[in-house]
């Protein structure tokens, strides 16, 4: 899939909208446009003073533009200073953007179902691969966890909502769809499968560490292929701070990888949970 | 319009203009290909070299604080031989200036990541790290004392005939009698400030951040410290200093040079702009420019310190 170098883009604001007081909705006009792979990010910063310093990583939620013109959006919640600053930019102000960054799902597994697993704002992630499958007409279910109904996506982000039945909602207060925790329905819906259509599922999850800890576990035991996007504290998301590391396996024993260059994106197996 | 000339001469190495990459904030230098010609720089400076590759520190390595960020990485690096293999031949296409900082556990270590990179052609100087806070051993252990400083570089001294910068620690009572101890046993320059030493908790989940416990801090908040040590240092030798603490914008790199550095290294500024180190430069050039300096030399050192009536 094509993607584009990294590159440094100074933008302005054209949208910064809450939904629901929960999700964010940001939309920037930068110079060029740009091409990612579902599960890329960018390193978001610009805005005045040394207070917050360091750049946000967010994903990368949809892209486009002609020549001379590009769009960008990210889809975020406020969970500290930097996406609470974020929240109360206007359009118009200047943001900075490093992108596209890390390593993205990989979409090109020949004859695979893919299950697209997203838990709280970690559909910003899984949206974007829904719509380069259903671009491709390739088959995938999708499955979206939250807290409540109102902490789930505005209807209207989802890509290929036309077509019901392949999405699953899942909230753990039981307001909409399943209820229960979004593991817990992927687990449920893997029972229920022959072993020769489970051995046509590849899983791409992001979502909250434990949720992810518990799809490895899950697709693991079953013999499911399974790509993880991780989150981590970074300085730099580029692969010079060496801040973000995560354990991974690697022969006998394990090593520190950057989530920033050789992820977010991991193969569930090789994190070291 | 004359355009202003920025080279100046780092302890045997001419370089084209004083801005550098500081080690550990820019990988090994071709990480920022994507983003510019890194050949522009008056020179990178790789990330501590050990003699075999090191793991680093476990997760939990980055905490933003006010103004700055602590990091406890502890020094995470391919090693060498994994260096002189890979990244010098990238180095080299690039056209770059390049210097690499090494690092070791015992005086012993130091010696042999020193010889082995003294038989590498094109690189430019060593950057001995006497000062990283964050390894039990090695580091900082062997940068809190003139004595010490000494030793050090003596023994590396001994071992290279490539210019040889030791890069000190703030963490000290007297950098000027530290940056002495280094000029009196072979250090052709030296570099300040490395990080200073930090902490930070969580007051809920009662931990500390970091894995390591503590970490050292850099970003605009040590600015202040930074600039008072390199005037300190500056005043008490003879040989180049090299400027190194918060530096963002061609105005602080300016401070520095009228403290008495004669080159700036930026470090946590790559993080936040990945070109940091280019608008720094345009920034002096600029400056030079508008103010009719047409040397770094003519403007180095030029601190008022009387006071103004």
Redesign the interface.
């Known amino acids: 899939m094509p993607f584009d170098?990294?590159?440094?883009l100074r933008g302005r604001i054209l949208r910064n909208e809450g939904r629901g007081e929960i999700f964010y909705r940001i939309e920037a006009a930068i110079p060029e446009p740009v091409r990612f792979v579902p599960g890329q990010f960018a390193m978001v910063?610009g805005w005045p003073g040394?207070?917050?310093?360091?750049?946000r990583p967010l994903a990368l939620f949809r892209a486009g533009g002609t020549r001379g013109k590009g769009k960008i959006e990210f889809v975020y919640k406020v969970v500290g200073r930097g996406t609470a600053l974020l929240s109360g930019l206007h359009p118009g102000d200047p943001l900075?953007f490093?992108l596209p960054l890390g390593r993205g799902f990989d979409l090109g597994q020949e004859g695979r179902t893919y299950w697209l697993v997203g838990g709280g704002v970690g559909f910003s992630s899984v949206f974007p691969a829904a719509a380069v499958l259903g671009r491709r007409r390739a088959g995938f279910e999708m499955f979206l966890g939250a807290r409540t109904r109102d902490h789930l996506p505005p209807k209207q982000w989802t890509p290929g909502g036309k077509e019901p039945g392949r999405i699953h909602l899942c909230t753990e207060d039981g307001t909409a769809g399943f209820r229960g925790r979004v593991t817990e329905a992927v687990l449920e819906r893997l029972r229920g499968l022959s072993p020769e259509s489970v051995s046509r599922i590849s899983i791409l999850a992001c979502g909250p560490r434990e949720m992810l800890q518990e799809i490895a576990a899950a697709a693991g035991e079953r013999g499911v292929p399974a790509q993880v996007a991780l989150e981590?504290?970074?300085?730099?998301?580029?692969?010079?701070?060496?801040?973000?590391?995560?354990?991974v396996r690697e022969g006998e024993g394990t090593?520190?990888r950057r989530v920033c260059r050789e992820g977010p994106v991991f193969d569930a197996r090789e994190v070291v949970w | 319009m004359v355009t202003p000339d920025l080279s100046v001469s780092l302890g045997g190495l001419r370089v084209k203009n004083p801005v550098l990459s500081a080690s550990?904030?820019?990988?090994y230098g071709i990480?920022?290909a994507?983003?510019y010609d890194i050949s522009r720089l008056g020179a990178v400076v790789m990330?501590g070299l050990s003699l075999a590759p090191t793991?680093?520190n476990?997760?939990g390595?980055?905490?933003?604080t006010?103004?700055?960020?602590l990091?406890a990485?502890g020094l995470?690096n391919i090693g060498v031989e994994r260096f002189i293999g890979d990244v010098v031949p990238r180095l080299e296409d690039a056209g770059a200036t390049f210097v690499a900082n090494i690092y070791g556990k015992t005086v012993e270590e130091y010696e042999a990541v020193a010889r082995r990179l003294s038989e590498v052609p094109s690189l430019g100087a060593i950057e001995v790290n006497a000062s990283c806070p964050n390894v039990r051993e090695g580091g900082m252990a062997f940068g809190a004392t003139p004595e010490g400083i000494a030793r050090l570089t003596g023994r590396v001294r001994l071992c290279t005939a490539k210019p040889l910068w030791v890069k000190l620690s703030p963490n000290v009572t007297d950098i000027a009698g530290i940056a002495k101890a280094a000029e009196g046993s072979g250090a052709d320059a030296v570099s300040l400030i490395n990080t200073i030493v930090g902490m930070a908790v969580d007051h809920r989940t009662r931990r500390p951040e970091l894995s390591n416990v503590t970490g050292g801090l850099s970003?605009?908040?040590i600015k202040p410290v930074a600039l008072r040590m390199v005037w300190e240092a500056a005043k008490a030798v003879r040989i180049p200093v090299i400027g190194i603490g918060g530096i963002?914008s061609g105005a602080d790199a300016l401070e520095f040079f009228l403290v008495g550095a004669s080159a700036v290294q930026v470090g946590?500024a790559?993080?936040?702009?990945?070109?940091a180190c280019i608008d720094i430069l345009e920034g002096i050039e600029t400056f030079f420019r508008e103010e009719r300096i047409a040397c770094l030399e003519e403007y180095r050192g030029g601190l008022k310190e009387e006071k103004t009536p």
């Open positions: 170098r990294p590159r440094f910063s040394n207070d917050p310093l360091l750049p900075s490093t981590n504290h970074m300085a730099c998301g580029f692969g010079v701070c060496w801040g973000c590391v995560v354990a090593a520190y | 550990g904030t820019f990988g990480e920022f994507p983003f990330k793991p680093g476990p997760p390595r980055i905490v933003e006010a103004a700055g960020m990091n990485i995470q970003g605009p908040a963002q946590t790559n993080f936040r702009n990945p070109r």
